[in-house]
């Protein structure tokens, strides 16, 4: 069974930082691609960070400079490191694994909140 699971979400003021962590079992992880995406209230999930499994990685215009998105193969695990936070940061940030022939998974979620 395919398990994704985010962690590090949370309240941080403006200007602030967050890590995320999003742990996957029972895919090959290393020959996925992972990406970060976010839905705030009232729009559209959108893909903020992609890493292939050759380690390229993509951005967003909104979050370039700010985010870096890195994966550990032998953890298993992606990360998404999140430095001056803005308001407009905030949402519901998911997790995906994908693989062109092996489909495409999504963890529950995790929580963040910018705000003073």
């Known amino acids: 069974q395919v398990q994704l699971v985010e962690s590090g979400g949370g309240l941080v003021q403006p200007g602030g930082s967050l890590r995320l962590s999003c742990a996957a079992s029972?895919?090959?992880?290393?020959?996925?691609?992972m990406g970060w995406h976010r839905q705030a209230p009232g729009k559209q999930r959108e893909l903020v960070a992609d890493?292939?499994?050759?380690?390229?990685?993509k951005y967003v215009d909104s979050v370039k400079g700010r985010f870096t998105i890195s994966r550990d193969n032998a953890k298993n695990t992606v990360y998404l490191q999140m430095n001056s936070l803005k308001p407009e940061d905030t949402a519901v940030y998911y997790c995906?694994?994908?693989?062109?022939?092996?489909?495409?998974?999504w963890g529950q979620g995790t929580q963040v909140t910018v705000s003073s």
């Open positions: 995906n694994a994908w693989n062109t022939r092996r489909g495409s998974y």
């Open positions: 029972g895919i090959t992880f290393s020959i996925y691609g």
């Open positions: 890493i292939t499994d050759g380690k390229t990685t």
